[in-house]
């Protein structure tokens, strides 16, 4: 792993929001912290409504990451564009956030219970 990057399961349950729609609840949240930069949460698509989503064609790398693969978020009051991303084969120290989703704050609200 990344010198620079710690995983650790976030304590808790967390609901995830977007336009009003609960999108999912978890309590097996991955944390992500890198560098200086804030904790990311990363929650299991078996635990969030992934009819909501949407994969666009949208793709970031991170050197220590992977590839980042994107997800509008279809609301009723219109979409959420690239709300969601996640490391679908990310690199293997990464492996804990394979199969989960990561959002950005100013578009969904995720809150611990």
């Given at each position: 792993?990344?010198?620079?990057?710690?995983?650790?399961?976030?304590?808790?349950?967390?609901?995830?929001?977007?336009?009003?729609?609960?999108?999912?609840?978890?309590?097996?949240?991955?944390?992500?912290?890198?560098?200086?930069?804030?904790?990311?949460?990363?929650?299991?698509?078996?635990?969030?409504?992934?009819?909501?989503?949407?994969?666009?064609?949208?793709?970031?790398?991170?050197?220590?990451k992977?590839?980042a693969?994107?997800?509008?978020?279809?609301?009723?009051?219109?979409?959420?564009?690239?709300a969601?991303?996640?490391?679908?084969?990310?690199?293997?120290?990464?492996?804990?956030?394979?199969?989960?989703?990561?959002?950005?704050?100013?578009?969904?609200?995720?809150?611990?219970?």
């Amino acid at each position: 792993m990344s010198d620079h990057i710690t995983l650790s399961k976030a304590p808790g349950t967390y609901s995830i929001r977007a336009a009003g729609a609960v999108l999912g609840e978890s309590s097996d949240v991955v944390e992500l912290s890198e560098g200086g930069l804030g904790a990311v949460l990363y929650v299991p698509r078996e635990d969030l409504a992934m009819a909501f989503f949407e994969k666009t064609e949208h793709t970031t790398t991170c050197p220590h990451k992977g590839v980042a693969s994107y997800y509008t978020i279809e609301a009723k009051s219109g979409p959420i564009k690239n709300a969601a991303w996640s490391y679908e084969e990310p690199h293997s120290a990464m492996k804990p956030i394979q199969g989960h989703l990561a959002f950005y704050p100013n578009k969904v609200t995720i809150e611990a219970l």
